[in-house]
C-alpha cells in the first residue's frame, strides 16, 4: 500500500530532512517494523501496510531523534499522538515532517490465528478493505486490532503530505462490535468481575506503559520511592492502582492508539482504561486529545478567570 | 536410553488422576490440547513457579526499639509434576536451577519450591515458524536424565522415564523405539546449525561494536521479552511499609532505566543501546562464559510477543556474521 507515493516522497525530501521513520517488512510474515530510513538506499524498504501497526510517535522521544529534523509515518491515531507530543512541547514543529497515511485499519494476527489455525503467508491476499484466505474473500473490519475497531479517525487530522487521499469517516458500529461497550454493558458487578479477573493476571512488567508513546516521565509515579505510593508486589489491587493512576494522566492526553494493549504480553486489554477516560472528556469538556493544535487541553490548562471556583 | 511406550489413554488417565499435583506450561497445553487433558492448572512461564513475579521474602515489625524480622514461609501444597516444551525445560534445569540453586548461595525460596517437582518435557512434533532452539544447544527433541520425556508417535506416546517416576507400566517395542530414536536423529540433520562454537568469546570482544546502536535502535525498552522470556531471572528487592513491613522480591529487567541507576543518579546504561546489547550479551556471551550453557533456548517467545518485531535470532546472526568479519 503507498509503496509508489512512499519512495516519491521519500526522495524528494531526504536532505531536506535527516531521516524518515517509517515501516519495513518485518522478520516475521504479518509484522512490520519501525525503519529509519536515513540513505538512498534504504528508500526501497519504506512501506505501509495492515502491519504498520506500531505508534512511531514513541520515537520522537529517543534523545538521538529529539536533535533532529525527521520526517515521520503517521496514521491517524499516530497523528493525533505527534499532536499531544508538540502541545506538550516534547518535539518542536521545526523538527517535524508529518507524512500522512490514511488508515483502513490493522489487522490483528491473533484474530486471524483464531479463524484460521496455523497462518501460511501464501494464502492471503490483500487488498484495501478486503483479503481472500485460499480463495475466499472475507472483509479487514472482522479482522481488526481492537483500538481500530472502534477508531473514529483513520485520516491524521494535520499533515505536511498526505500518501494517497483521504478515506470516508467510517459509519458509527454496530452495538456489539465496539468493545468499550461491550464492557459498558455489563452489569457492575459483571464489570468489577471482568476487571477484577484481568487485573489478577498482570505481572505488572510495565509493558503497556513502556511502549505507550505519551507515557514518557523520565520517573513514573509506579517507580518512585519517596513517597512510594504503591507496592511493588503484583497483587489484584495494587495492579489496579497502578493502571488507575495511568489511566488518569492520560486523560484527555490519549488518543486511542492502542500501543498499550498490543504490548501487553499477556494480552489484557488494558486500553480500556484510558478509553473510557477518554469518553469522559468528550462527554465532559467535548474535547478530543490532538486533533488540532490550538484547542487548548482540558485537564492541562489553567486560567486565572476559570468559571470554577475550587480550581482558581 | 531406549524409550518404551504408552497409549494417549494412559498418559491421559495418568494426568486426570494425579490433577492436583500436574501443572502445564500454556505454550505446551496450546500444542498438546488434543492429547492431554485440559482442565489442568496452566502457568504462562515455567519459570514463575519456581521463581515468583513477586513474593515476600521477611516479615518485619519494629517493636519498641529492636526490629523483628521473620523469615516468610508459604505452606501452600506445590504440584510434583511440570509439563512443559523441551526448550522451557533447558531454560530451567540449565538457567534458572543453575542461577539460583549454586551450592554457597542458594536462593531458598526458589530451591524450596524447585525440589521435589518432576519435569515431563514433552517433545515438539511442530517446529513454529520463531523457534530456534537447535541454534543454542536445544531441540525439539531435547532430553534430561533427570526428567520424565514423551513423545507422540503413531498413536502412541514414546517415554522416556528410567526412574519410573510415572508408574505407567510402558510396553517395550525396540523396533519402534529405534525408530523414534532415527527420526530424532535425522531430523536433527535438517534443523539450522548452532552457533559457532566460539561465539560467547567473539561477542564479549564486540562489546563496543557500533553495529549495537543500529541494531537496539526499534526497541522500546518495554520489557515485555524479558518478563516472558522463560530463562530471565532478574529481580528487585523492595521494602513494603515503614514500621512494619515485608520485603519484596519482584521480577526486573535490564530493559528499565531503572535497572541500574545508581543512588548518584549516575546512570551507565542511560540509553536503549547499551540495555539491549546487555540482553543480548547476558545471554550469549556472559552466561555462556560462565557456565557453559547459553542463556537463551530459542523458544521464541520474545519474537512472537514483541510489539515492534524486534529479533533476537535475527540480532544474534547479524552479529555472528559481524565476529566472523
Ligand atoms: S503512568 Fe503516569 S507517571 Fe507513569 S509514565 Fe505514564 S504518565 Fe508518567
Ligand atoms: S503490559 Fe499487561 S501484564 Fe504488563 S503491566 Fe501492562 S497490563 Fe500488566
Ligand atoms: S525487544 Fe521488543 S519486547 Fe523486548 S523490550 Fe524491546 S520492544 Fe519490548
Ligand atoms: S528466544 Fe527469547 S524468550 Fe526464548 S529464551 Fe531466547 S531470549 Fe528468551
Ligand atoms: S537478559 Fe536482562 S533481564 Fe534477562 S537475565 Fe539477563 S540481565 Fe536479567
Not at chain 2, 502445564?24 to 492448572?41: D, G, M, V
Request: proline share 7%.
Amino acid at each position: 500500500m503507498y509503496e509508489r507515493a512512499l519512495t516519491e516522497l521519500a526522495s524528494k525530501i531526504l536532505g531536506e530532512v535527516e531521516g524518515i521513520i517509517g515501516y519495513a517488512p518485518g522478520s516475521l510474515p504479518f509484522h512490520m517494523r519501525p525503519f529509519l530510513c536515513q540513505r538512498e538506499e534504504d528508500i526501497a524498504c519504506l512501506s505501509f501496510n495492515h502491519f504498520a501497526r506500531p505508534n512511531l510517535a514513541r520515537y520522537l522521544l529517543t534523545l538521538e531523534m529529539r536533535k533532529k529534523r525527521v520526517a515521520i509515518v503517521v496514521k491517524g491515531c499516530d497523528a493525533r499522538t505527534v499532536i499531544v507530543l508538540l502541545k506538550e512541547g516534547q518535539v518542536k514543529r521545526e523538527n517535524l515532517y508529518l507524512i500522512g497515511a490514511p488508515c483502513h485499519g490493522m489487522v490483528s494476527v491473533s484474530k486471524l490465528e483464531e479463524r484460521f489455525g496455523v497462518l501460511s503467508p501464501p494464502d492471503f491476499v490483500w487488498e484495501a478493505d478486503t483479503f481472500t484466505w485460499r480463495g475466499e474473500r472475507f472483509a479487514i473490519r472482522d479482522f481488526l486490532e481492537d483500538s481500530c475497531e472502534r477508531c473514529a479517525y483513520p485520516n491524521p487530522p494535520w499533515y505536511d503530505a498526505l500518501l494517497g487521499e483521504e478515506l470516508p469517516k467510517p459509519p458509527v458500529l454496530p452495538g456489539g462490535r465496539d468493545y468499550l461497550g461491550r464492557i459498558k454493558a455489563l452489569p457492575l458487578e459483571k464489570r468489577w468481575e471482568f476487571f477484577a479477573q484481568e487485573m489478577e493476571k498482570c505481572i505488572r512488567c510495565y509493558a503497556c506503559r513502556n511502549s505507550c508513546p505519551l507515557c514518557y516521565c523520565t520517573e513514573c509515579f509506579v517507580d518512585q520511592t519517596r513517597p512510594s505510593w504503591l507496592s511493588q508486589a503484583a497483587t489484584r489491587n495494587e495492579n489496579l492502582f497502578f493502571h488507575l493512576g495511568r489511566s488518569l494522566h492520560m486523560a484527555g492526553r490519549c488518543t486511542e492508539c492502542g500501543a498499550c494493549e498490543r504490548a501487553c504480553p499477556l494480552g489484557i486489554p488494558i486500553g480500556l482504561l484510558p478509553l473510557y477516560v477518554e469518553e469522559l472528556i468528550r462527554e465532559h469538556f467535548a474535547f478530543e486529545a490532538g486533533m488540532n493544535l490550538d484547542t487548548p487541553a482540558p485537564l492541562l490548562t489553567y486560567r486565572e478567570n476559570d468559571p470554577n471556583e475550587f480550581i482558581r | 536410553m531406549k524409550g518404551k511406550f504408552v497409549t494417549h489413554e494412559q498418559v491421559f488417565t495418568w494426568m486426570e488422576r494425579e490433577r492436583g499435583l500436574v501443572v502445564i506450561t500454556e505454550r505446551a497445553q496450546k500444542k498438546y490440547h488434543h492429547l492431554l487433558p485440559s482442565h489442568l492448572i496452566t502457568v504462562k512461564t515455567a519459570k514463575e513457579l519456581f521463581f515468583s513475579p513477586w513474593e515476600a521474602v521477611y516479615r518485619y515489625t519494629l517493636q519498641g526499639k529492636t526490629w523483628v524480622i521473620e523469615e516468610k514461609v508459604e505452606h501452600s501444597s506445590f504440584p510434583s509434576f511440570l509439563v512443559l516444551l523441551p526448550c522451557e525445560a533447558k531454560a530451567i534445569l540449565e538457567v534458572t536451577d543453575v542461577n539460583f540453586m549454586t551450592e554457597d548461595t542458594p536462593d531458598l525460596g526458589y530451591a524450596r519450591r524447585r525440589r521435589g517437582v518432576t519435569l515431563i518435557i514433552v517433545g515438539c512434533e511442530r517446529i513454529e515458524q520463531t523457534c530456534f532452539c537447535s541454534l543454542v544447544g536445544c531441540s525439539p527433541f531435547w532430553r534430561h536424565r533427570e526428567s520424565v520425556f514423551l513423545f507422540p508417535w503413531k498413536g502412541h506416546f514414546y517415554l522416556e522415564d528410567g526412574e519410573e517416576k510415572l508408574s505407567l507400566s510402558p510396553f517395550e517395542d525396540p523396533q519402534k523405539a529405534q525408530a523414534v530414536e532415527t527420526f530424532f536423529a535425522e531430523t536433527i540433520c535438517t534443523l539450522p546449525l548452532p552457533l559457532p562454537a566460539n561465539f560467547p568469546e567473539k561477542l564479549y570482544a564486540h562489546f563496543d561494536d557500533p553495529l549495537w546502536q543500529k541494531m537496539a535502535w526499534h526497541c522500546v525498552n518495554c520489557g515485555a521479552c524479558t518478563y516472558l522470556c522463560p530463562t530471565c531471572y532478574c529481580f528487585d528487592l523492595s521494602v513494603d511499609g515503614k514500621l512494619r513491613g515485608l520485603t519484596l522480591h519482584t521480577w526486573d529487567s535490564c530493559m528499565f532505566p531503572k535497572f541500574t541507576l545508581h543512588a548518584s543518579s549516575h546512570n551507565p546504561r542511560p540509553t536503549g543501546k547499551e540495555r539491549v546489547r546487555q540482553r543480548v550479551m547476558h545471554k550469549f556471551s556472559y552466561f555462556p562464559l560462565r557456565n557453559k550453557y547459553y542463556g537463551c533456548v530459542g523458544c521464541g517467545v520474545c519474537r512472537e510477543i514483541c510489539p515492534v518485531n524486534w529479533d533476537i535470532k535475527e540480532v544474534v546472526e547479524g552479529m555472528v556474521r559481524q565476529v566472523e568479519r
